[in-house]
Each structure stands twice: as structure tokens, then as C-alpha cells.
């Protein structure tokens, strides 16, 4: 998983606080604009982009 230090911080947060326990549930993530792509999405690794604002 590939996120900028600010989106790393918004994405453990974001764990915690609605007790994600698998990779798949990891895909809602939607804080500070961040989004997941599935599209991207290769072996196991998440991928995160931030929309451009």
C-alpha cells in the first residue's frame, strides 16, 4: 500500500476507529480525498490515489 505520510496517518485512524480486520474492507477507504483503484490493484497491493483538487 502506497500513501503519502498525511494519507498513511488519515488511513490508521481510519482503521482503528471502524475496526477494519481484512484487506478487503481496506478498499473504503475514502479520507483527505485518497480513493482506492481497483484497476491498479496487483497482487495483494492496494493502491490509493488522491484526487487532484
Known amino acids: 500500500?502506497?500513501?503519502v505520510q498525511?494519507?498513511?496517518r488519515a488511513m490508521v485512524r481510519?482503521?482503528?476507529e471502524n475496526n477494519i480486520t481484512?484487506?478487503?474492507e481496506i478498499q473504503a477507504f475514502d479520507q483527505l480525498?485518497?480513493?482506492f483503484?481497483?484497476?491498479l490493484f496487483e497482487n495483494e497491493?492496494?493502491?490509493f490515489?488522491?484526487?487532484k483538487t
Open 14 to 16: 481510519w482503521l482503528a
Open 1 to 3: 500500500m502506497h500513501i
Open 45 to 47: 497491493h492496494h493502491i
Open 49 to 51: 490515489l488522491k484526487d
Open 33 to 35: 480525498g485518497y480513493h
Open 6 to 8: 498525511n494519507g498513511s
Open 22 to 24: 481484512n484487506a478487503v
Open 37 to 39: 483503484q481497483p484497476d
